[in-house]
Nanobody
Framework: QVQLEESGGGLAQAGGSLRLTCAAS????????MGWFRQAPGKEREFVAA????????QYADSVKGRFAISRDNAKNAVFLQMNTLKPEDTAVYYC???????????????WGRGTQVTVSS
């Protein structure tokens, strides 16, 4: 089992920045592909970003490319999402996710955190 706990959400103004952190436990962290999803009110959960086990490869949704950056620190069992130039449409609950499988073109998760709220005001 893998336990994931997000932190760092909150309120930001449009154009501002937030940094999300996800702390992982329960399994050797560098065996996991890590990522972030988000779910806005009334919408389906959507993929945001993913990072491979040794941070060699990353993936981003088109909507966040150039604004968000995913990174990880395997020594600290943590993954981060730096969110810059925030927009009101980035408002959502952000979920940390982990995949015990291999890196692929489409990140799918089999472990989930509980989520952290991000609200961007205009």
């Amino acid at each position: 089992q893998v336990q994931l706990e997000e932190s760092g959400g909150g309120l930001a103004q449009a154009g501002g920045s937030l940094r999300l952190t996800c702390a992982a436990s329960g399994r050797t962290f560098d065996t996991l592909v890590m990522g972030w999803f988000r779910q806005a009110p009334g919408k389906e959960r959507e993929f945001v970003a993913a990072v491979s086990r040794r941070a060699i490869m990353t993936q981003y949704a088109d909507s966040v490319k150039g604004r968000f950056a995913i990174s990880r620190d395997n020594a600290k069992n943590a993954v981060f999402l730096q969110m810059n130039t925030l927009k009101p449409e980035d408002t959502a609950v952000y979920y940390c996710a982990a995949d015990s499988g291999l890196w692929s073109d489409r990140f799918t998760a089999n472990y989930w955190g509980r989520g952290t709220q991000v609200t961007v005001s205009s």
